[in-house]
């Protein structure tokens, strides 16, 4: 998959079809837009191209109101686009200035004289450009003008699936994670470099791997005990429990801590990348009164987490 960090880095790209949007969380709801954008390409002898913008409009347009937090980091939305099988996508810089484009200037400006757009692939809801003008009746209406056709995804289609990025946020937010796998496909994951941490869990025979996300932006899911698969660097997945949590029996501060203990491993995982996979929650973090009550609910989750693991297979 080609990425495209604005319109200066592009090559030629041979009968582009297109589709336009953030695609936080490529969802099943993107997942089909994509899946069409694919055929139709496939059908002009052409190439797939999705038109994404970075930052989030929101965070340029409210940047000091927005509270928005990702379901995918940057990073993590390439990889799921490329294994769904896109080929190219064009990153475009998101700035007041843009955001002041009116959708013929864009659809003339962008699509057409620099892409050179074969069809674009679409919503029947979605809107952009200067006050939301660019409809897909706008679209309809402009094409013949511009030489490029117009496919609509139609309200059933997309209906169908009922998802929103802001429905998968919610039930992140609340730890339902078998919801968000639900909606997105997968698991929802946290992904980054495993770091020194205390070494508390190790003294009590619980060693962690503690997460470094490296991203201010990352949606962190609530406070608590999940059950989770550990993929390591070299494809290794690994089951395990994870505490996301301020770490109130041992810790006087309020820094959040993402420790996951990896069942059945040995190793130094320092410095490596790993993905964590979250698929249920099972309590809220709790305070305990002394390191041997802790220790003895620590067992209990593990049992109880091997235990829902075993009930999968």
Known sequence: ??????????LDIPNPVLTIGTFDGVHIGHQKIIQQLNREAEAVGGESVLFTFYPHPRMVLYPESHGLRL??????????????GLQNVIVHPFTKEFSRLTAVEFVRD????????????IGYDHQFGKNREGSIDFLKEVAPVYGFAVEEISALEINEVNISSTKIRNAILE?????????????FELHGKVIQGNAVGRSI??????????????LIPKLGVYAVNVVLGDGTIKEGMMNIGLRPTIANHDDLSLEVNLFDFEGDLYDQYIT??????????MKFDSIPDLMEQLNHDKETIRAYFNSLV
């Not at 025979?205 to 932006?217: M, Q």
């Open 175 to 187: 730890g339902d994670m078998k919801l968000a796998q639900t909606y997105l496909g997968e698991p």
């Open 110 to 121: 962008y699509l057409v004289n620099r892409l050179k757009v074969k069809k674009l692939v």
């Open 205 to 218: 025979g619980f060693p962690t791997a503690n997460l470094d996300i490296e991203s201010d932006i990352k």
């Open 1 to 10: 998959m080609n990425i495209f960090q604005g319109f200066d880095q592009i």
């Open 276 to 285: 964590v996979q979250l698929l249920s929650r099972f309590r809220d973090e």
């Open 71 to 84: 379901i995918q980091t940057q990073a993590e939305k390439m990889d799921k686009l490329r294994r769904m």
